[in-house]
Every structure is written in C-alpha cells, then in structure tokens.
C-alpha cells in the first residue's frame, strides 16, 4: 500500500502563488506516475497535472499549463505543485493520487488511473 498527505492548502489572493505538496509512504517503489486533481464544491474532481516517476514526463490540462509546474523529488518521494497566477476558479480542495499499476501516460488524466489517494488540502483563492 502507498500513503499519501497532502500539505501546502490555505488562503491566498488572487493573481498569489501556493506551493502544494504531497508526501509518499508505503511502497512507493511501486509508484509509476502521481497525480494532482482538484474538487470544487458541488463540482465533479478534476484532472490537473500528472508526472511519471521514474522519467519526470508531465502532463497538464491546458488552462493549468503555464500556470502550474508540477515536480517529484524521487529521493524524498515528494510531489509538488506550484501554482502561480491563481485565480478564484482554482478553490478547490486539491488532492494527490499514486497510479502503481503503470498505466500509461495518456491515462493520467483519469481518475480511474489512480490507485491511492490523499486525504486532500483546501485552496482558498479570494477576488
């Protein structure tokens, strides 16, 4: 099993900057790719950006592309993301997600693909 906690969440003002991260326990040498996904009140969660493990390929939505980086640091096994230029659309409660079963890098926008998930961080962008 992998465990995953999230940190980084909080209340900051449009146009600001947040550095999320997320911690990884467990067998995480079983981890082929992570994700980042956001859940907005009364929204579906949704696919931000994912980056494969070992090879550090990323994949974004494109509204997030530019704005967001996400990275890992493989000895640490931390993921990050950081997000600059956040906008009131970006409150969500922002999660990580481990896929350990090498699913594919054009599978990393489904959730489906995912087979551990964090517990969650609120992100709070006020106008």
């Known amino acids: 099993q992998v465990q995953l906690v999230e940190s980084g969440g909080g209340l900051v003002q449009a146009g600001g900057s947040l550095r999320l991260s997320c911690a990884a326990s467990?067998?995480?040498?079983?981890?082929?790719?992570m994700g980042w996904f956001r859940q907005a009140p009364e929204k579906e969660r949704e696919f931000v950006a994912a980056?494969?493990?070992?090879?550090?390929?990323?994949y974004y939505t494109d509204p997030e592309k530019g704005r967001f980086i996400i990275s890992r640091d493989n000895a640490k096994n931390t993921l990050s993301l950081q997000m600059n230029s956040l906008k009131p659309e970006d409150t969500a409660v922002y999660y990580c997600?481990?896929?350990?079963?090498?699913?594919?890098?054009?599978?990393?926008?489904?959730?489906?693909?995912?087979?551990?998930w964090g517990q969650g961080t609120q992100v709070t962008v006020s106008s």
């Open positions: 980056i494969t493990w070992r090879g550090g390929r990323t």
């Open positions: 997600a481990a896929d350990v079963h090498s699913s594919g890098y054009y599978s990393l926008g489904v959730i489906s693909t995912y087979d551990y």
């Open positions: 467990g067998r995480t040498f079983d981890i082929s790719a």
